[in-house]
């Protein structure tokens, strides 16, 4: 079975620094992976998923994540954080072979300092 | 385009009372999910409907049930509510099922359920 760990629960940043969220991930294949950002009392919003290709994947809003096959890892990473970054970050972990639909991590919560 | 709504935002409930938690898109989707999260627990598929006309089980189906009204219309029913359903419940949608994996899920904006 799929699973997706996120080793830090929250993570403190002043605004400008750079920040890198963990993920872990196991999947006996190759994973298709996914973060989402979830904004204080609202959904949860694509920032940029992985299936093939480039191992570093651009998204939106400046963010980046790099999946190293080797570490099973797909951190996710900004140069330079703004106020309005601060959210709860979730990585996801899919396949196929009937690992279809996503698993979630227990998200990150980024919290911004100005 | 609204892309997906939920009714009620916010419900308060007594033990063994019953609702409907209702999600619609206007993405023209083939497939819609329930999550429920928890803190420190993530997201976890409660029930999800690949096409219109199929619904099975995820994770943590026990207490609940849906129903896959029409393409756009996807309800998740409590019969009888617990306090262990207390919880923030997201509905979800995609363009496919993601059985070739990579399809992005569009979510709600969640409805808050306290169970007295």
């Known amino acids: 079975a799929q699973s997706v760990t996120q080793p830090d629960i929250h993570i403190t940043v002043s605004e400008g620094a750079s920040l890198e969220l963990r993920c872990n991930y196991s999947?006996?294949?190759?994973?298709?992976l996914f973060w989402y950002v979830q904004s204080p009392g609202q959904g949860l919003q694509l920032l940029l998923k992985y299936f093939s290709g480039d191992t570093l994947v651009q998204g939106i809003k400046g963010f980046e994540a790099e999946f190293k096959r080797s570490q099973s890892s797909f951190n996710l990473r900004k140069p330079s954080v703004h106020w309005s970054d601060a959210a709860e970050y979730f990585c996801a972990v899919g396949g196929t072979g009937g690992s279809y639909i996503p698993t979630f991590g227990r998200g990150t919560s980024l919290i911004v300092h100005p | 385009n609204a892309g997906v709504t939920q009714t009620p935002k916010f419900q308060v409930l007594k033990t063994g009372q019953s609702m409907t938690l209702q999600c619609a898109q206007d993405m023209n989707h083939n497939s819609m999910y329930w999550y429920r999260q928890d803190p420190g627990m993530g997201l976890r598929l409660i029930y999800y409907?690949?096409?219109?006309?199929?619904?099975d089980k995820g994770e943590v189906p026990n207490g609940y049930n849906v129903s896959r009204l029409n393409k756009r219309e996807f309800s998740l029913r409590l019969e009888s509510a617990a306090p262990s359903q207390t919880s923030v419940y997201f509905c979800?949608?995609?363009?496919?099922?993601?059985?070739?994996?990579?399809?992005?899920?569009?979510f709600g904006p969640g409805t808050r359920l306290l169970v007295l």
């Open positions: 409907s690949a096409s219109e006309g199929t619904t």
């Open positions: 979800a949608s995609s363009e496919k099922f993601p059985g070739l994996g990579g399809e992005t899920q569009y």
């Open positions: 999947y006996g294949a190759t994973p298709y």
